[in-house]
């Protein structure tokens, strides 16, 4: 069965959100789960249905009941449906046409104050201090994902600290928003020292199977589901993960998860996916990005020319796998030079 919707778009990216989360209601209780997200823009009170089973076309209503605000939209709701009295338990799947929105600025700091100006309305608009908004941030290695996902909760934290009152209850020392890196679920050494290949495991390390993506998942579900968590961080001088090192706290608002590979469509990455409100994507030319890349390994002591060469053996490789996962996003964010 196939559920078609159809929905009018109209831009509002520094303030409105892209996603709300809807229930609908029809006129028994047969209850389908169904993966269910529109822009926020497009709602309206009842909505079109065509449904599609076994290539017959059958035609329904359904009516919007509830409509929840952006900050505690979940990956899943109920979905009741009526069709002649006879309950309809085929899995339901909403199809809908994707918009993708690009930001760019002149310079650098346009790019950063629009995002922290539609952060800010989205957190401005959560009445539950408790709730969460998760943006999932991706782009190539050298693509500035780590700067940026920090200008932006830097300057989103200021800028809620002056427009609320110092007396409200809701101002935390550590501010509204706070930034999870996916750098933290790299495997161990030790394990992929276990690994049928190890020196192979250690030269690619960085690529996807090098994660631990199973543990994001369940970090990102705990988040969700009681409003904090502890995740580890990754120790650059040791080259290893720190467990509990970073903590995302119930008054966190606004969670700015980045990494490489958050929006492929393998298997769990896929999932992981599902759990972001916002997924923005840093756009940029590869070779401007492994210049930086190769910047950054000499820095750290490697000779020129074995920097080139884990470029080509594992770092281009990644990135140009990441740049397959830009059609998933939200949000193209085009990349200035700083």
Known sequence: MELTMSANSRAGLCHRAFSESLMFKGATDTRQSVSFRLPCWSVKSSQPVVLKKNNKKMTCQV???????AHVVKPSQPIVLKKKNKKMTCQVQCYQE?????????????????????LFMIAAAMPDPNSKYLVGLAGPP?????????????????LWFQETSEKDSLVQPDGIATVLPMDGFHLYRSQLDAME?????HARR????TFNPDLLLKCLHTLRSKGSVYAPSFDHGVGDPVEDDIFVASHHKIVIVEGNYLFLEQAI???????????????????????????????????PDVARWRIEYNDRPNAELIMQSKKNADLVIKSVDI
């Open 63 to 69: 009516q919007c009941y509830q409509k929840l605000e």
């Open 98 to 118: 994707q918009e993708t929105h690009v930001v760019e600025g002149r310079c650098i700091e346009e790019v950063y104050d629009a995002l922290t100006g539609h």
């Open 142 to 158: 050298g693509s500035g994902k780590t700067t940026l996902s920090s200008e932006v909760v830097g300057r989103l934290n200021k």
């Open 197 to 201: 290949n190890p020196e192979e495991a």
């Open 206 to 209: 960085g690529a996807p199977w």
């Open 269 to 303: 990455w896929k999932e992981i996916s599902s759990l972001f409100n916002e997924k923005w994507f840093i756009d940029i030319d590869l070779d401007t990005s492994m210049q930086r890349v190769l910047k950054r390994h000499i820095s750290t002591g490697k000779k």
